[in-house]
């Protein structure tokens, strides 16, 4: 029997072993965890991959509102980064002639998204669905065609109630602490030597061991790749704010002085944080920064310190890194799950544990995840790199300290295209190739976000009765969709 290890626990760590049930089903699975090591909890957004994700392993939506606390998320609301308390909402629809009628307008985007629409009046792209036969004339909800979302929850929650899912379904579950390896004359690890002396066998193991990157980084002492000098924000200041339940289905992602804070709805509470560059503040005085803007204490429980970057090579012998263990960038986004899954996907759908050992296979899973880092790199950088606030050293410096050829290639290409052809977004795909992870939508959003939308409103007559008549529209369509209050009460 093939003897899988998932080496470390949390979201990560049970994701992938429980993902990796689903393509290997008659191995034997454990996962190693030490309830030394706590989880925050504090509050993690996703992106419609996780979807996804949770379809794979038999998991519903409502199991994540109900047992994670879990909230719908139509996009990012990115608030205040030209320094002029505009905002724009980066959603989830790749609709480019959407997106190229009000650019072609001269309109907002972010007045004609519809997802942008109802987030804004606190409802979600889902609507429900009546149907007798299957649901004794209770209403089940769908999507429709146009609509795609994502969700927030408590990371500490979700992990244990996946560790339920996971005993549910016989994947063995060991609480103690790794402190050694054996391995073959290959170098291939064999055995996990824990700490209360026992031996598991092992045919191959996932690093899901976080920034302590166990085996990866400390046993196989693999090169890290760091991108400090691209993405300077390096520390995180977690914390807790309490709502009324009824809030807006989106992440918000505030620009600050030195950085930039989230703030994420879970079902009794915004898991918020301040991730800025340590360069130009201490934590205590991000602190200040926060309540000043806030306007009320917060209670810091911990300074999270991170080094943003890669492993160059995430699969080494007969090990692979998911999640922290095998990179990061920075928040924005919320790129950590989505990375972890299309990695852990590709490798498990092509059969790494038989094939590990073909050095071609591994420099290919190498090569496309270094690639997909990369590509993460770009588009974080982008929001920095086209934002024109200038209210401090960090945003002053940001252009000239920190550039990406490549980001300043695609910056530029936007510059000069896309006030000129704004219908011709369709057409920008090659220029996008090597970014391809993040479609050309995404790109034009930040973009127009950042760089094209007015932020008066003094808008034209044409203009106008454009306005009028798309809203009209929403307004009358908008009419069948949940609010995002009663789709959760629903759920629950």
């Known amino acids: 029997m093939c003897n899988i290890v998932i080496a470390g626990g949390g979201s990560a760590g049970y994701i992938t072993a429980l993902l990796t049930q689903h393509y290997y089903p008659s191995s034997k699975?454990?996962?190693?965890?030490?309830?030394?090591?706590?989880?925050?909890?504090?509050?993690?957004?996703?992106?419609?991959?996780?979807?996804?994700?949770?379809?794979?392993?038999?998991?519903?939506?409502?199991?994540?509102?109900?047992?994670?606390?879990?909230?719908?998320?139509?996009?990012?609301?990115?608030?205040?980064?030209?320094g002029d308390g505009r905002k724009y909402i980066h959603d989830f629809v790749n609709n480019d002639s959407e997106l190229s009628d009000c650019l072609a307008l001269g309109i907002d985007y972010d007045s004609v998204g519809f997802n942008d629409y109802l987030a804004n009046i606190k409802k979600v792209p889902i609507y429900p669905v009546y149907n007798l036969n299957a649901c004794n004339g209770n209403p089940i909800y769908s999507t429709g065609k146009c609509a795609n979302y994502a969700m927030h929850f408590d990371a500490r929650k979700l992990a244990n109630y996946l560790n339920l899912i996971a005993v549910n379904r016989n994947i063995t579950i060991v609480d103690d602490e790794i402190v050694d390896f054996n391995v073959n004359e290959s170098g291939e690890i064999t055995e996990v030597i824990l700490e209360n002396k026992s031996n598991i066998k092992c045919s191959f193991i996932f690093d899901c061991t976080g920034f302590a990157r166990l085996i990866i980084g400390k046993f196989y002492n693999q090169k890290w790749i760091s991108y400090r000098d691209k993405l300077p924000v390096d520390k995180a200041i977690p914390f807790f704010v309490d709502h009324d339940g009824d809030v807006d289905p989106v992440t918000d992602a505030v620009a600050l002085k030195y950085g930039w804070m989230w703030k994420i709805p879970t079902k009794n509470r915004f898991g918020s944080g301040y991730v800025f560059d340590s360069d130009y503040i201490t934590p205590d005085e991000a602190k200040d920064e926060l309540e000043s803007t806030l306007g009320h204490k917060v209670d810091v429980p911990r300074v999270i310190d991170f080094n943003p970057g890669t492993y160059h090579k995430?699969?080494?012998?007969?090990?692979?890194?998911?999640?922290?263990?095998?990179?990061?960038?920075?928040?924005?986004?919320?790129?950590?799950?989505?990375?972890?899954?299309?990695?852990?996907?590709?490798?498990?759908?092509?059969?790494?544990?038989?094939?590990?050992?073909?050095?071609?296979?591994?420099?290919?899973?190498?090569?496309?995840?270094?690639?997909?880092?990369?590509?993460?790199?770009?588009?974080?950088?982008?929001?920095?790199?086209?934002?024109?606030?200038?209210?401090?050293?960090?945003?002053?410096?940001?252009?000239?300290k920190h550039k990406i050829e490549e980001v300043d290639r695609i910056f530029r290409f936007l510059d000069n295209n896309l006030k000129m052809n704004p219908e011709m977004i369709n057409l920008y795909d090659d220029f996008f190739e090597y970014n391809r992870d993040f479609n050309v939508i995404s790109w034009v959003k930040v973009y127009a976000g950042l760089r094209l939308n007015s932020g008066n409103n003094e808008y034209n007559a044409t203009q106008k009765m454009a306005l009028e008549s798309i809203l009209n529209n929403y307004d009358n369509y908008s009419r069948g969709f949940y609010s995002h209050k009663e789709f959760l009460e629903y759920l629950r």
Request: one cysteine or more.
């Open 29 to 82: 699975i454990t996962l190693i965890e030490s309830s030394k090591r706590g989880i925050l909890g504090a509050g993690e957004g996703t992106t419609p991959h996780f979807i996804e994700l949770l379809n794979k392993i038999g998991i519903d939506v409502s199991d994540i509102v109900r047992h994670c606390d879990g909230t719908i998320k139509s996009g990012i609301n990115f608030k205040n980064w030209n």
């Open 314 to 400: 995430a699969v080494y012998k007969n090990c692979m890194a998911v999640g922290l263990s095998q990179s990061f960038i920075e928040p924005l986004e919320a790129t950590s799950i989505w990375v972890s899954y299309l990695n852990l996907r590709g490798a498990l759908e092509s059969d790494i544990v038989n094939n590990h050992r073909d050095s071609n296979y591994s420099d290919i899973l190498n090569e496309r995840y270094y690639r997909r880092n990369d590509t993460v790199l770009n588009f974080i950088n982008f929001h920095y790199y086209a934002a024109e606030r200038d209210d401090s050293l960090f945003w002053k410096n940001f252009r000239h």
